[in-house]
């Protein structure tokens, strides 16, 4: 024995047990992680914030809610429109008689308001008024009555469980500039940084056109020219407010250029035939845009009757644009520089209203067929109209064929739009489901929602970042297995070993 080698029965590696240990553990540790991987990209009940802006027309006012998820940092969320909600009644420059009328109107849409934002959220949920080309014209002939009107709304407003930001009126430039912002926001084009899309829009009272062009850089007209930097970019806005060439206004310009004599009866190229209204000369004359020319000897009415003929339409409509004086190196109208019109355009309320019920949205149709069918359209008779349309306001039916042939010669006489260019038109309401409009814009605005510089980004999206941090720990947890198989496994097999 003393000389015997000693044989000694010794396993110096695991036992099956412990490997059969390891392979569990490895197994949960998959497990779990594909769990958390799943859990963190599942949707959960997305937190909103929201924000309202009632937009104070010429002709209405309507409430507009939006909404975006409240988890993100410094709001940059998508913003989207979430509700919306018309006015009943006129617009609140028309209460200039009886102000406190302006704030009970808008009760019913606040109502609506209260109904949509959670109870929770309403006390920081910014409130906003924005009065357009209504307001300021009614400004302009009766500063005090404008200041009663804002005192009413703001009234009504203050007692609202929101958190109210102010009632006021916007300049045309303003309106202009949010309405692209809006539309480009929509579009994704300002985060992206992709070509721009220009604005036009069509009031009331007033209208804007807003676009980038590489001939504008602000020297030339430093009033139309608006300079934002947004998402790191920077962006040198050409825009321009014409007041007084709304659709309502150009109406009244209209029938005034037509009713100088003092006449008691006007045949108007832009009615129908077969209409027949009489109007009240003090109601024609009552806005500044046409005051001042009311004829001296003017009787208290006119019969306003229809004859129904485009060509003759379009000469009335073409007579309240001036076209005689420039002084700069070139002009839209009336004396306003415009550079060469450049990239798509979005056309939206009352040119996408008009245009939508003429059935005239589609831009790939020629400008001259478009110029057919309006012809063709403005010389059907009264009667047969209303017969064809018997569910639509009849105040907006008699003025279509106005409205349409107006919004022609703004386009093509007015901003220089052409056969081929038309067609970089497109007719909107809504992008994405959010009106176009210079509410959005406005609100991105004054929350700085939009950045002035891009923000910054991490170099993989948080779900990307999870999948790659899973598979690369399965793949570890499956090599040490592997490792541990191939150097545990067969040596586990031999029962002894001699040392
Ligand atoms: O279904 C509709 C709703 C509105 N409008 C017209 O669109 C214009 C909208 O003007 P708003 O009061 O919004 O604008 P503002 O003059 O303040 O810019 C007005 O001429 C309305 O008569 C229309 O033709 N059809």
Redesign the pocket.
Known sequence: MSAQREMKEKNPWPTPVTIIIIIVIGVIAIVALVTVAVLQNKSVPQKYKYGIVL????????LYIYQWPAEKDNNTGRVEQTHSCKVKGK?ISSYASEPWKAGESLKECMGEAENTVPKERAHETPLYLG?????RLLDIVNSSASKNVFQAVEKALQNSPFSYQGARILSGQE?GAFGWVTVNYLDDRLKQGLKTTGAL????????ISFISDNFDGSESPINSVNFRLYGNDYNLYTHSFLCY????VLKMVLANQTQSGATTVLDPCFHSGYNETKNYSVLYDSPCVSGRKPQEAPEKFDHIGKGNFQECQKAVKSVFNFTFCKHSRCSFNGVFQPPLQGPFGAF??YY??MN?LNLTDTSMPLETVKQKLSQYCGTSWDKIKRQHPTV?V??LA??CF?GTYILTLLTEGYDFTAETYSNIKFIKKIKGSDA?WTLGYMLNLTNMIPAEAPDSPPLPHAGYVSIVTLMTILLIGLLLFVALRIFWPRCSKKTQIV
């Not at 709304?246 to 206004?249: I, L, M, P, T, Y």
């Open positions: 937009d104070a027309g010429s002709s209405h006012t309507a617009g009065a357009t080309a209504g307001m309106e829009d069509l009031g009331g009272a007033s209208t804007q709304g659709k309502d206004q309320s009352a209203f008009v019920f306001n105040k907006y003025e279509y409205s409009g």
